[in-house]
């Protein structure tokens, strides 16, 4: 009974992969090989029963740490997942006014950019959720991008009664967010009941864990002795430490992160 | 006995369901949306509730009092949600967003919305996904324009729980008798448009008062903290103990199986249950409920919130849209009906517009008939038939959608009685349906008046065609106009005619002439005209006639229908040619017309045309010349106008008799 909620989020987010794999083709998912996009898989296998009817995209900088890069790849196998690796641009040819962490989280962006040019992608899902960020906080489930890929905030369409907007112009695309009202502690739950694989680095060793995942010169373990799920959503009923906080991109300044996402940034 | 069980099994459902609400609320989320006019501190309230409840993140509140001192204000709690740079410059919320926090237990998700009437579809966004609401009017103020219409949208997206805070009480000295003014002003608003709101609180956003604790200004207050009413709330849940609807929003196929994949909107789902299917009237049994992994244990029901996928037991016509019931409760089936609507779009609804309408995953068009009331939400006054509805307006208005949609009043049945509409892939506007006046429109099965007795003919069908030497039957040619029904079902009848049969054809526009001339395009006149030629070629073929009709016949259900008038004798001829072809033969003008938009409910254009399944026989007109075409279907006629052994026996009784009479 206690996971009750659990069975509401997991239809709910049924519910938004079946729509768009319904009206929006082609479609394409963002894998980090994070958490939350492992979820995200496993709910599209639950979808679609047992295959996972679109590409799954990884936006690649060559800086993910190694366990990021054999998990991937024993999830490809084992899941049967159709993999597209795009590579990022390097990070010399960033903004240089943008500040170092900013610019490194950038090449992202511009990745995503060169995929949607070329692969032509009207949906693209991704596992963001509204309690990461407070400008995630106010996203929609289908969120409409411009021919930049940036995200027009103060004109979102109206989303009521699970009715999405499916459609957009020629050149523009579709971010799909499954996870959107899901909370890092509801993830880690339904990981633990439906025991879905999660790279080994978000366990405690040496005191320390990752509790999000990121490129390696931005990204930073937490101090931590939770060394299994039970032991995560232990510490985190009771941390008030924000999980982005080991994510230099967020805290550079007021604005920095409004600055990424409306500039096209997951 | 059998209603006394179901009676029962009605209230275990609901007892069941309480004890569940009960279990639930210390397990499930509740979402709570915050509403009221511009400034009146809805975002405060928020900041409040989440620092007094120890749930903000680390460093949030320092982060807050650096962007407030950045802009020189005093500590600005809004900034905690409103995080977009131009809200912060502004101090205006622009878009709904959400926060959880737990507190005793209770998981809670406040749903912030802004309070500027230009945000009003930001606010229904965040509304349309709350189980309860805060309404917040500030003491200086009182009740104001957004604090109406918010109310009253409440009210339209079905909140009832609602809890009323009197804010900023600071800043008139928590004065009890300004407090009493705007309580009873706004409990009286609530009333005439049916919220009873459980609380009224007086508080202090700014200094915490009455919202987690009673703080030490508000003494005179009996009631209990805001937090408190919030306790008492309960998530809403999926409408288990109504009838069953399963939308198909999908269909899988695979080699081995085809799965209908969708959502439980309400009842409950079991395998074994016969369905029926709407609009088409179809029915089947329900095989399966699959899932992922397979697990040990088989599914064998799905309760109202789930999403499943199941199997049935035939082939029958599924596609996203139908609606999936048992057969006895299944939903209403209208292409008119009223609506209780907000307009969001910067263009005025018009009569006469047409606009894509989505009512669950069935998406058609409609077109506004009439706007039989618009309503001011600040006096609730009304004005009959306007010409319009302009942006952030309410108004009653009437839809004629162009097919058949199956659907349930609102008040029947919440998840099934409500719509969005569409302009430009967007949604700009949404509201709930009622019946009045209107009449449920699934066809009769049965005969109307239950005082019909069939009398026996004295003489069978089977002496009628013994003379003739060949048998009777419905040859019914279906294909989009132009496809070339009408001039092979004329050329057919003279070859037929010539060679000897009694032979007829029922043509379209023919018998809209005079049988239906009474029918116009609309579905339901469709559906009608169709039934009507279906009955009367029954009769053609049991005298023993070759009745060859010509008729669009755009729908399976309808075709379906009149196979059933002759179940024995009716052929379906599909006359086969491309949307392209027909569109450029246009013999009648028609397809001009109807891409002018002269013509509404066009097949093909406007209007669906449903390809036969499995037709008895296919007549490609795109590939082959009229003469081939032409025999081909005289060759299918006369090889099923052959009589049987039987009627061959009596055949030779007959010209027997006729024999004796001559001489």
Same mark, same amino acid.
């Given at each position: 009974?206690?996971?009750?909620y659990?069975?509401?989020?997991e239809a709910?987010?049924?519910?938004?992969?079946?729509?768009?794999?319904?009206?929006?083709?082609?479609?394409?998912?963002?894998?980090?090989?994070?958490?939350?996009?492992?979820?995200?898989?496993?709910?599209?296998?639950?979808?679609?029963?047992?295959k996972?009817?679109?590409?799954?995209?990884?936006?690649?900088?060559?800086?993910?740490?190694?366990?990021?890069?054999?998990?991937?790849d024993?999830m490809? !196998?084992?899941?049967?997942?159709?993999?597209?690796?795009?590579?990022?641009?390097?990070?010399?040819?960033?903004?240089?006014?943008?500040?170092?962490a900013?610019?490194?989280?950038?090449? !992202?962006?511009?990745?995503?950019?060169?995929?949607?040019?070329?692969?032509?992608?009207?949906?693209?899902?991704?596992?963001?959720?509204?309690?990461?960020?407070?400008?995630?906080?106010?996203?929609?489930?289908?969120?409409?991008?411009?021919?930049?890929?940036?995200?027009?905030?103060k004109?979102?369409?109206?989303?009521?009664?699970?009715?999405?907007?499916?459609?957009?112009?020629?050149?523009?695309?579709?971010?799909?967010?499954?996870?959107?009202?899901?909370?890092?502690?509801?993830?880690?739950?339904?990981t633990?009941?439906?025991?879905?694989?999660?790279?080994?680095?978000?366990?405690s060793?040496?005191?320390?864990?990752?509790?999000?995942?990121?490129?390696?010169?931005?990204?930073?373990?937490?101090e931590?002795?939770?060394?299994?799920?039970?032991?995560?959503?232990?510490?985190?009923?009771?941390?008030?430490?924000s999980?982005?906080?080991?994510?230099?991109?967020?805290?550079?300044?007021?604005?920095?992160?409004?600055?990424?996402?409306?500039?096209?940034?997951? | 006995?059998?209603v006394?069980?179901?009676?029962?099994?009605?209230?275990?459902?609901?007892?069941?369901?309480?004890?569940?609400?009960?279990?639930?609320?210390?397990?499930?989320?509740?979402?709570?949306?915050?509403?009221g006019?511009?400034?009146?501190?809805?975002?405060?309230?928020?900041?409040?509730?989440?620092?007094?409840?120890?749930?903000?993140?680390?460093?949030?509140?320092?982060?807050?009092?650096?962007?407030s001192?950045?802009?020189?204000?005093?500590?600005?709690?809004?900034?905690?949600?409103?995080?977009?740079?131009?809200?912060?410059?502004?101090?205006?919320?622009?878009?709904?967003?959400?926060?959880?926090?737990?507190?005793?237990?209770h998981?809670?998700?406040?749903?912030?919305?802004?309070?500027?009437?230009?945000?009003?579809?930001?606010?229904?966004?965040?509304?349309?996904?709350?189980?309860?609401?805060?309404?917040?009017?500030?003491?200086?103020?009182?009740?104001?324009?957004?604090?109406?219409?918010?109310?009253?949208?409440l009210?339209?997206? %079905?909140?009832?729980?609602?809890?009323?805070?009197?804010?900023?009480?600071?800043?008139?000295?928590?004065?009890?008798?300004?407090?009493?003014?705007?309580?009873?002003?706004?409990?009286?608003?609530?009333k005439?448009i049916?919220?009873?709101?459980?609380?009224?609180?007086p508080?202090?956003?700014?200094n915490?008062?009455?919202?987690?604790?009673?703080?030490?200004?508000?003494?005179?207050?009996?009631?209990?903290?805001?937090?408190?009413?919030?306790?008492?709330?309960?998530?809403?849940?999926?409408?288990?103990?109504?009838?069953?609807?399963?939308?198909?929003?999908?269909?899988?196929?695979?080699?081995?199986?085809?799965?209908?994949?969708?959502?439980?909107?309400?009842?409950i789902?079991?395998?074994?249950?016969?369905?029926?299917?709407?609009?088409?009237?179809?029915?089947?049994?329900?095989?399966?409920?699959?899932?992922?992994?397979?697990?040990?244990?088989?599914?064998?029901?799905?309760?109202? %919130?789930?999403?499943?996928?199941?199997?049935?037991?035939?082939p029958?016509?599924?596609?996203?849209?139908?609606?999936?019931?048992?057969?006895?409760t299944?939903?209403?089936?209208?292409?008119?009906?009223?609506?209780?609507?907000?307009w969001?779009s910067?263009?005025?609804?018009?009569?006469?517009?047409?606009?894509k309408?989505?009512?669950s995953t069935?998406?058609?068009?409609?077109t506004?008939?009439?706007?039989?009331?618009?309503?001011?939400?600040?006096?609730?006054s009304?004005?009959?038939?306007?010409?319009?509805?302009?942006?952030?307006?309410?108004?009653?208005v009437?839809?004629?959608?162009?097919?058949?949609?199956?659907?349930?009043?609102?008040?029947?049945?919440?998840?099934m009685?409500?719509?969005?509409?569409?302009?430009?892939?967007?949604?700009?506007?949404?509201?709930?349906?009622?019946?009045?006046?209107?009449?449920?429109?699934?066809?009769?099965?049965?005969?109307?008046?239950?005082?019909?007795?069939?009398?026996?003919?004295?003489?069978?069908?089977s002496?009628?065609?013994?003379?003739?030497?060949?048998?009777?039957?419905?040859?019914?040619?279906?294909?989009?106009?132009?496809?070339?029904k009408?001039?092979?079902?004329?050329? *057919?009848?003279?070859?037929?005619?010539?060679?000897?049969?009694?032979?007829y054809?029922?043509?379209?526009?023919?018998?809209?002439?005079?049988?239906?001339?009474?029918?116009?395009?609309?579905?339901?006149?469709r559906?009608?005209?169709?039934?009507?030629?279906?009955?009367?070629?029954?009769?053609?073929?049991?005298?023993?006639?070759?009745?060859?009709?010509?008729?669009?016949?755009?729908?399976?259900?309808?075709?379906?229908?009149a196979?059933?008038?002759?179940?024995n004798?009716?052929h379906?001829?599909?006359i086969?040619?491309?949307?392209?072809?027909?569109?450029?033969?246009?013999?009648?003008?028609?397809?001009?017309?109807?891409?002018?938009?002269?013509i509404?409910?066009?097949?093909?254009?406007?209007?669906?045309?449903?390809?036969?399944?499995?037709?008895?026989?296919?007549?490609?007109?795109?590939?082959?010349?009229?003469?081939?075409? *032409?025999?081909?279907?005289?060759?299918?006629?006369e090889?099923n106008?052959?009589?049987?052994?039987?009627?061959?026996?009596?055949?030779?009784?007959?010209?027997?008799?006729?024999?004796?009479?001559?001489?």
């Amino acid at each position: 009974m206690t996971d009750r909620y659990l069975d509401d989020l997991e239809a709910q987010s049924i519910y938004i992969l079946r729509e768009a794999f319904s009206q929006i083709k082609p479609l394409g998912m963002l894998w980090s090989v994070g958490k939350d996009s492992n979820a995200l898989l496993w709910l599209a296998q639950k979808a679609f029963y047992g295959k996972v009817p679109f590409p799954v995209i990884q936006l690649d900088t060559d800086m993910e740490l190694q366990e990021v890069y054999d998990f991937r790849d024993r999830m490809v !196998k084992e899941w049967s997942l159709d993999l597209k690796i795009e590579k990022c641009p390097p990070e010399e040819e960033m903004d240089s006014t943008l500040s170092p962490a900013t610019r490194a989280a950038t090449r !992202k962006t511009e990745g995503l950019r060169n995929l949607l040019r070329d692969s032509k992608y009207k949906g693209i899902i991704l596992g963001i959720r509204r309690d990461e960020q407070s400008m995630r906080a106010k996203e929609r489930v289908f969120s409409p991008r411009g021919l930049d890929g940036n995200w027009d905030f103060k004109n979102q369409p109206t989303e009521i009664w699970d009715q999405y907007k499916t459609e957009c112009p020629d050149g523009c695309h579709i971010r799909i967010h499954p996870l959107l009202a899901w909370t890092e502690i509801d993830i880690w739950r339904y990981t633990k009941r439906e025991q879905i694989p999660v790279v080994p680095l978000y366990f405690s060793q040496n005191g320390k864990r990752y509790r999000s995942l990121g490129e390696k010169n931005i990204t930073f373990p937490i101090e931590s002795m939770a060394s299994n799920i039970d032991e995560i959503i232990a510490e985190l009923e009771i941390t008030k430490t924000s999980e982005r906080s080991g994510r230099s991109m967020d805290h550079e300044s007021e604005d920095s992160f409004e600055i990424l996402r409306t500039g096209g940034y997951m | 006995m059998k209603v006394k069980t179901a009676l029962k099994y009605y209230e275990l459902v609901v007892t069941c369901e309480d004890k569940i609400m009960k279990d639930r609320q210390l397990y499930e989320k509740l979402r709570i949306v915050i509403v009221g006019h511009v400034d009146h501190g809805k975002s405060t309230l928020i900041g409040r509730l989440l620092y007094d409840t120890n749930s903000l993140p680390d460093g949030s509140f320092e982060g807050m009092e650096k962007a407030s001192k950045k802009r020189g204000d005093v500590m600005e709690w809004s900034f905690l949600l409103d995080s977009f740079q131009a809200e912060r410059d502004q101090a205006v919320t622009i878009d709904t967003t959400q926060i959880n926090f737990t507190h005793n237990n209770h998981k809670y998700v406040i749903i912030d919305s802004p309070g500027h009437t230009e945000f009003l579809r930001n606010m229904i966004s965040g509304a349309a996904q709350a189980d309860a609401a805060i309404l917040v009017v500030d003491a200086d103020e009182g009740v104001q324009e957004q604090t109406k219409r918010h109310a009253y949208l409440l009210s339209m997206l %079905g909140l009832r729980q609602v809890a009323v805070v009197i804010n900023k009480m600071d800043n008139v000295d928590y004065d009890i008798k300004i407090y009493e003014k705007i309580a009873s002003d706004v409990a009286s608003f609530l009333k005439s448009i049916n919220i009873r709101p459980t609380k009224i609180v007086p508080i202090s956003a700014r200094n915490g008062d009455m919202i987690v604790t009673r703080g030490d200004h508000l003494d005179w207050y009996e009631g209990r903290p805001l937090l408190d009413v919030l306790e008492g709330f309960d998530p809403s849940r999926p409408p288990i103990a109504r009838d069953m609807r399963f939308p198909v929003q999908d269909v899988y196929r695979s080699e081995e199986k085809r799965v209908i994949v969708g959502r439980v909107e309400s009842g409950i789902v079991r395998t074994g249950s016969k369905i029926l299917l709407s609009p088409t009237n179809e029915d089947a049994t329900i095989v399966s409920i699959e899932k992922w992994p397979k697990g040990k244990i088989e599914k064998v029901e799905a309760k109202a %919130g789930e999403c499943i996928g199941i199997t049935l037991d035939k082939p029958v016509f599924v596609e996203r849209g139908h609606v999936i019931s048992l057969p006895k409760t299944p939903p209403m089936l209208s292409n008119v009906f009223r609506v209780h609507l907000f307009w969001l779009s910067k263009k005025p609804l018009k009569v006469g517009d047409v606009y894509k309408i989505s009512l669950s995953t069935f998406k058609c068009f409609a077109t506004v008939q009439s706007i039989d009331r618009g309503i001011d939400t600040n006096d609730l006054s009304f004005q009959e038939k306007a010409e319009q509805v302009g942006r952030n307006q309410v108004a009653e208005v009437t839809l004629r959608t162009h097919d058949m949609i199956a659907l349930d009043p609102y008040e029947n049945n919440y998840k099934m009685g409500r719509i969005v509409l569409y302009d430009a892939g967007e949604v700009c506007g949404g509201g709930t349906i009622s019946m009045e006046d209107y009449a449920d429109q699934r066809r009769l099965q049965k005969p109307k008046s239950e005082n019909i007795q069939k009398v026996d003919h004295l003489m069978s069908y089977s002496r009628r065609v013994a003379r003739n030497g060949y048998g009777g039957g419905v040859f019914w040619l279906t294909g989009l106009s132009g496809s070339g029904k009408s001039t092979l079902a004329m050329e *057919v009848e003279r070859i037929l005619f010539d060679k000897g049969y009694q032979t007829y054809v029922l043509d379209g526009d023919n018998v809209r002439h005079g049988l239906n001339a009474d029918l116009g395009f609309s579905p339901e006149d469709r559906a009608e005209n169709i039934r009507r030629v279906g009955e009367v070629s029954s009769l053609m073929a049991s005298a023993g006639i070759i009745c060859i009709t010509a008729f669009i016949s755009p729908y399976r259900s309808d075709r379906n229908r009149a196979r059933e008038s002759s179940p024995n004798h009716f052929h379906e001829i599909a006359i086969s040619a491309s949307l392209h072809t027909c569109e450029e033969r246009d013999s009648k003008g028609l397809y001009k017309k109807a891409r002018k938009g002269e013509i509404t409910d066009f097949t093909g254009i406007s209007s669906p045309y449903e390809v036969p399944e499995n037709p008895d026989l296919t007549i490609n007109t795109e590939v082959n010349n009229i003469e081939t075409c *032409v025999s081909q279907i005289v060759a299918y006629i006369e090889n099923n106008i052959k009589l049987t052994t039987e009627e061959l026996d009596l055949a030779g009784l007959e010209n027997l008799e006729e024999k004796i009479r001559v001489h």
